[in-house]
C-alpha cells in the first residue's frame, strides 16, 4: 500500500500523539496492568493512577458508567497491556481511528479515539469486545460492539 507524503506524515503524526497518550511518555514502570504506579495529573487537572501505562481516571470523567481495570475480562486486560507496549496486535483493525458514530462518547475532533479488539473467547473472528482510547489517556470498554460504552477507571 502507497502513502501520499502527506498521508504518511499525518499517520506518523497521530500514531505519536496516540502512542504519547497512551505511554505517559514513557512514566511509570513494567509493572502490570493491575499493579499500581503513582498517582499522575492529567491537562484537566483530574488525577489519574498509571497501571502499565496506560492513563485512565481515578474517577469517571463522563456520565458513562464506570468499570475498574479489575473488572474487565482478562483478555482485555491483556489488550491494554498490548497497547501499552505498541503490539504487536492480532488484528490489522486494531489502532484504527474509532469514528464515534453512535455518538455515545464525548464529542472530540476526528482522530481522538482509537480502537482495539478484545478476542471474546469462543468467537471466530473479532467478536464485540473493544477497548477505545482517547488521546487524554481515557479508556473505553464496549462488550457489545459500540451499542454501549463503559469508562475505565483506575480501583
Same mark, same amino acid.
Given at each position: ?55 485512565? +481516571? ?62 471474546? +473467547? ?34
Amino acid at each position: 500500500m502507497r502513502f501520499s507524503r502527506c498521508t504518511a506524515v499525518q499517520l506518523l503524526v497521530a500514531t505519536l500523539v496516540a502512542f504519547v497518550a497512551l505511554t505517559g511518555c514513557g512514566r511509570g514502570s513494567d509493572s502490570s496492568i493491575a499493579t499500581g504506579s503513582p498517582a499522575a495529573s492529567t491537562s484537566s487537572g483530574e488525577a489519574t493512577q498509571e497501571q502499565g501505562g496506560v492513563l485512565a +481516571p481515578t474517577a469517571p470523567t463522563t456520565s458513562l458508567q464506570p468499570i475498574t481495570v479489575l473488572q474487565l475480562p482478562p483478555q482485555a486486560v491483556e489488550t491494554l497491556k498490548r497497547i501499552r507496549s505498541g503490539g504487536p496486535f492480532p488484528y490489522k483493525q486494531d489502532g484504527v481511528v474509532f469514528q464515534n458514530r453512535e455518538r455515545i462518547l464525548p464529542k472530540q475532533a476526528n482522530g481522538y479515539y482509537h480502537e482495539y479488539t478484545v478476542k471474546k +473467547p469462543g468467537e471466530s473472528d473479532r467478536g464485540p469486545w473493544r477497548l477505545v482510547t482517547g488521546q487524554d489517556g481515557a479508556v473505553f470498554w464496549t462488550s457489545d460492539h459500540y451499542a454501549s460504552f463503559q469508562e475505565v477507571v483506575q480501583p
